[in-house]
């Protein structure tokens, strides 16, 4: 007699599991927006917005990418998504 059972194998790349610190408020802010974003998890939000980040600096050092953002967040012409 024949199993239903079927065996799937995924290329899944490595991955590290790191901790971070961050205040009560943060986290608060965190799984709100990772929720209203239809982010599936929490880690799923910070490692899109690390990879982001990451991408940001490859261009710009810190300083500059501070500025870069401070001045698309605070931009009248960028609409606020609520």
């Known amino acids: 007699m024949k199993s239903g059972y079927r065996a799937f194998e995924l290329e899944i790349p490595?991955?590290?599991?790191?901790s971070i610190k961050i205040d009560a408020e943060m986290l608060k802010e965190t799984d709100f927006i990772y929720r209203?974003?239809?982010?599936?998890?929490?880690?799923?939000?910070?490692?899109?917005a690390i990879v982001v980040y990451l991408e940001i600096l490859k261009k710009y050092d810190r300083d500059e990418a501070k500025k870069i953002l401070s001045s698309i967040l605070s931009s009248s012409e960028i609409p606020k998504k609520r």
């Open 14 to 18: 490595l991955t590290k599991v790191i």
């Open 36 to 48: 209203k974003r239809g982010f599936k998890s929490r880690s799923e939000f910070i490692r899109e």
